[in-house]
């Protein structure tokens, strides 16, 4: 059976969605998955790089190896080629070709973050109508299970917790929290969701 539009990833400038989906068995949560635990752990990368090249060449290169091999299983050609360069440049002691490559890094890596927040916002078919209001016992047990999910990063208990609270009728006052939340979760984006929601759920 041939699969329907919505079981395609959209594309993403700077990796190739197609190729990426295959390697991961052609399970789309999966793959948004992987791009969600990418975004959490390496947007800062580049900054740490550029600081280990100062203090400790050898875990520099033992993250640009790291990185490298996260960003070829992603199909993410151009900073992959990239990193390549950088790895080989540190593995050379070329010091004279850090500059560029790191700031190709520092550019292209947030961007791709971004890209992959976007793309998922855009994948999802919009909103469930919101149904009747919420009791304040349910939606304080469903943003408790939340942050057990968030813990945890189990993706699919996640938007699923998240999807219960959007079909339902949240106050006025806390429908900004949980749009900013909702964004978060939609873009596997959960250590900053995680810490949003303790701050709400503390404040």
Request: glycine share 6%.
């Amino acid at each position: 059976m041939e699969p329907c539009p919505g079981d395609q990833p959209p594309p993403i400038p700077g990796i190739d969605s197609a190729e990426l989906l295959e390697r991961v068995g052609d399970d789309l949560d999966l793959f948004w998955e992987v791009l969600g635990e990418f975004s959490d752990s390496y947007r800062d990368t580049p900054a740490q790089l550029a600081v280990a090249l100062e203090q400790d060449p050898a875990a520099a290169r033992q993250l640009a190896h790291t990185l490298k091999g996260v960003l070829g299983n992603l199909a993410a050609a151009d900073l992959f080629a990239a990193c390549t360069a950088l790895h080989e440049a540190i593995r050379e002691d070329h010091p004279e070709r850090y500059p560029s490559l790191i700031a190709t890094l520092a550019q292209g890596i947030p961007a791709l973050c971004d890209a992959i927040a976007w793309a998922r916002t855009g994948a999802d078919q919009g909103d469930p109508a919101p149904g009747p209001a919420a009791d304040p016992a349910w939606r304080r047990e469903r943003y408790a299970a939340l942050r057990l999910a968030l813990e945890g990063h189990r993706a699919r208990d996640c938007k699923s917790l998240a999807e219960e609270l959007a079909a339902t009728e949240l106050p006025s006052a806390e429908r900004p929290f949980f749009d900013e939340l909702h964004g978060l979760i939609r873009a596997y984006r959960f250590k900053e969701a995680q810490t949003l929601l303790e701050r709400h759920l503390n404040g």
